[in-house]
Nanobody, 120 residues
Framework: QVQLVESGRGLVQAGGSLRLSCAASGRFTSIYSMRWYRQAPGKEREFVASIKWNDGSRVYSDSVKDRFTISRDNAKNTVYLQMNSLKPEDTAVYYC?????????????WGQGTQVIVSS
């Protein structure tokens, strides 16, 4: 069982910054990648950013590219999402997702979500 715990929820004005964290714990032998998704009220969950654990390569959605930065701390099994130049349309519940190996099987786990509200 792999648990993901997100933190960093908050209310911020447009143009401001916020950093989210997601820590993985439990019984696993490796992490392949970690991702951030978000879900705004009345909308489907959408991909935000991902990072591969072995080489740190990153992918961003077009809507957050050049404003958000995903990073990782391998020693802490933690992924971060630094969000700058926030816009009201970034308001959503942000979810952390991780996949990897939990011998003898694999896992694909989700966090409980953390609320981000950006006021105009």
């Amino acid at each position: 069982q792999v648990q993901l715990v997100e933190s960093g929820r908050g209310l911020v004005q447009a143009g401001g910054s916020l950093r989210l964290s997601c820590a993985a714990s439990g019984r696993f032998t490796s992490i392949y990648s970690m991702r951030w998704y978000r879900q705004a009220p009345g909308k489907e969950r959408e991909f935000v950013a991902s990072i591969k654990w072995n080489d740190g390569s990153r992918v961003y959605s077009d809507s957050v590219k050049d404003r958000f930065t995903i990073s990782r701390d391998n020693a802490k099994n933690t992924v971060y999402l630094q969000m700058n130049s926030l816009k009201p349309e970034d308001t959503a519940v942000y979810y952390c997702n991780a996949d990897g190996r939990s011998w003898p099987t694999s896992y694909d786990s989700w966090g409980q979500g953390t609320q981000v509200i950006v006021s105009s």
